[in-house]
């Protein structure tokens, strides 16, 4: 770890490069526990300053839902208490689509210097910790779907949906269309050190997807955050603006924010164990089981509010059925097989998350479930084939295939109960997650999924 005084000298390095670049100001992001990124921004010549002091913002981010209401958790709540926002000069970015600016994510830590208990990066890094002490060296990526329509421009109609291409479904006719606006997506992505592994419409209307390279989970979660502003930023400079909602029309195709990942152990793939069923060595099988036998109660980490469900519709490739197949999509869990010639190939996939889930959140919840699996020596089922949507109750029944929480109530109550998430989490963070998810679906209950897509269309 660097000392103060290496931490000031880099500091004071950044900054001289920002001033020569002509960054004036540096955002600084959090994600909220209803997976909303906040910031506070701070001029460029400031950041030795805010590399030694931190910026002050209050506790009671953590209790705030998504439509900016605040709620309240055992330990958090009220107007009390300060905090310190310490950015990452390791992730410090300049925008490529936002000029004179430049972004980096934080820690968040008390006045005394200690780790705040509710911060979600350090939660994410303290279960990577945890896998690299029982020798796993995990690697993690996300796919990024949105959809993009015109800016309002001042009409009186400014919810309605108008998009600016009308080719069909994966089809080249968007590319056309909107080439000008995904070269630029994917040129200020690259020029900000985000790999592109491929971009190209989706299925519903005005629907784009973003899949970049895989990295340790923490900056995979860093780098989502990133994508995602990016996006927004180009497309404001196009005219546009961009939905990371899970449900951007009630009854279409939502927006999903699928998980990526991979385990490896002494440099070697855990996905390519001769002889082993799947090619699983036994600590993967047992860590996908972990997931998989968790996947009710992180439901309320990766599909966090009322609209998530409103996307979670069977036979829609968002995985809706507790249950892992190889190359399924309709499997909650698929397992990807890769190239049988390529040595560092497989990975695995969680289907069910969207973007207004946290990604720290995310990608700490699925290692602490996925630790307790090799903890408990979890085994995987038989792996399903086919869509399960298409089988009769019975079939169902009969194969253990059940629907996985169909609303945020269920999810949630899911998530009490979870003694390993909780555990993981620990009192704080648990706390505050549980408090938003009641609060989100108390604000919801009585609403139409019409009225709720709207409402959380432009949240995300």
């Known amino acids: 770890m660097e000392s103060r005084a290496e931490q000031r000298e880099g500091a004071r390095r950044l900054a001289a490069r920002l001033d020569a670049d ?56 009220g107007p009390d208490g300060d905090l310190r926002l310490f950015p990452d000069l390791a992730r410090l970015t300049t925008l490529a689509a936002q000029p004179g600016w430049a ?19 350090l939660f994410a890094r303290r279960m990577v910790d945890r896998a690299a002490a029982a020798g796993l060296d995990l690697r993690m990526g996300f796919e990024t779907e949105w959809v993009v329509a015109r800016a309002p421009q001042g009409r009186a109609d400014a919810d309605a949906l108008d998009y600016p291409c009308a080719g069909p479904a994966y089809g080249m ?4 269309e909107l080439s000008d606006y995904l070269r630029d997506v994917t040129e200020a992505l690259l ?55 899970p449900s951007v029309v009630a009854g279409e195709v939502g927006n999903g924010c699928h998980l990526h990942l991979s385990l490896r152990r002494d440099g070697a793939s855990l996905h390519r164990a001769a002889g082993a069923d799947w090619a699983l060595a036994p600590d993967a099988a047992s860590f996908l089981a972990g997931v998989l036998d968790a996947l009710p109660a992180l439901l309320a980490i990766g599909c966090p509010s009322p609209a998530s469900y409103l996307r979670l519709l069977p036979s829609h490739w968002a995985g ?55 903890d408990t020596g979890a085994r995987l089922p038989a792996p399903q084939t086919g869509d399960p949507g298409a089988l009769g109750v019975r079939e169902r029944a009969r194969r253990g295939i059940v629907r996985l929480p169909a609303t945020l109530t269920e999810a949630t109550d899911r998530f009490e109960k979870s003694t390993p998430l909780r555990e993981a989490l620990g009192e704080v963070l648990y706390g505050a997650v549980l408090a938003v998810r009641r609060a989100e679906e108390a604000h919801f209950a009585e609403w139409e999924p019409a009225q709720i897509a709207a409402a959380t269309r432009w949240r995300w």
């Not at 990124?37 to 030694?52: G, I, N, S, Y």
């Not at 006719?173 to 056309?176: D, G, H, N, T």
Request: proline share 6%; charged share 20%; aromatic share 6%.
């Open 173 to 176: 006719a968007r590319v056309v």
């Open 22 to 77: 002509g960054v004036g100001n540096i955002a600084l992001t959090w994600v909220d526990n209803a997976g909303i990124a906040r910031a506070k921004t701070v001029p460029a010549r400031r950041l030795t300053d805010v590399v030694e002091r931190g910026v002050g913002m209050s506790p009671v981010f953590d209790v705030f839902t998504s439509d900016d209401a605040v709620t309240a958790s055992d330990h958090l709540g």
């Open 103 to 121: 972004w980096a994510p934080v820690d968040r830590y008390d006045q005394l210097g200690q780790p705040h208990p509710a911060c979600q990066r």
């Open 320 to 374: 809706v059925y507790q249950c892992w197949g190889v190359e399924n999509r309709e499997a909650a869990l698929r397992l990807v097989t890769g190239a049988p010639d390529d040595p560092d190939g497989g990975h695995a996939e969680v289907k069910t998350f969207d973007a207004a889930a946290n990604p720290y959140l995310a990608v700490g919840a699925v290692i602490a479930a996925g630790l307790h699996g090799i």
């Open 191 to 245: 020029v900000q050190g985000v790999d592109v592994l491929q971009i190209h419409p989706e299925y519903a209307a005005g629907q784009f997807e973003v899949s970049t390279a895989p990295h340790d989970p923490v900056r995979a979660a860093d780098e989502v955050v990133l994508v995602r502003e990016t996006i927004r930023a180009v497309s404001a400079r196009h005219g546009l603006r961009a939905s990371f909602a």
